[in-house]
Nanobody, 120 residues
Framework: QVQLVESGGGLVQPGGSLRLSCAAS????????MGWYRQVPGKQRELVAT???????NYADFVKGRLTISRDNAKNTVYLQMNSLKPDDTAVYYC??????????????WGQGTQVTVSS
C-alpha cells in the first residue's frame, strides 16, 4: 500500500508565498518522476511542474519563475515553493508520483489534494 500525503495549503494574500509538501509512504522500492497538478471546479486538472529522480524539472508556462519544484529522495518527499501568488493560482493542488513497489512495475499515485486560496 502506497500513500501520498500533501500539506501546506491554505489562504494567502496576493503576492504572498506558500510551500506545499507531499510525502510518499508505504511499500516503496523506488520513486521516479514526481509532480504537482492543480484543478479548479469545472476545469480539467492541469500540470504545474514535474521533477525526475535526478532533479530535472519541467514547468507549465504560467509558472513564469514564480514556482519552484524540488524533492528530497531520502525523505520520499516533493515540494512546491510558490511565490508572488495571484488569485488565478487558487485551486486544489495534487501531488503525483510514479512509484515502484518491490517486485512490481511502477504505477502512478495521487495525493488527496490540498486547497490553495489566494485572496485579499
Amino acid at each position: 500500500q502506497v500513500q501520498l500525503v500533501e500539506s501546506g495549503g491554505g489562504l494567502v494574500q496576493p503576492g504572498g508565498s506558500l510551500r506545499l509538501s507531499c510525502a510518499a509512504s508505504g511499500s516503496i522500492f523506488s520513486i521516479n518522476a514526481m509532480g504537482w497538478y492543480r484543478q479548479v471546479p469545472g476545469k480539467q486538472r492541469e500540470l504545474v511542474a514535474t521533477i525526475t529522480r535526478g532533479g530535472s524539472t519541467n514547468y507549465a508556462d504560467f509558472v513564469k519563475g514564480r514556482l519552484t519544484i524540488s524533492r528530497d529522495n531520502a525523505k520520499n518527499t516533493v515540494y512546491l515553493q510558490m511565490n508572488s501568488l495571484k488569485p488565478d493560482d487558487t485551486a486544489v493542488y495534487y501531488c503525483n508520483a510514479w512509484i515502484q513497489a518491490p517486485g512490481s512495475r511502477q504505477y502512478s499515485y495521487w495525493g488527496q489534494g490540498t486547497q490553495v486560496t489566494v485572496s485579499s
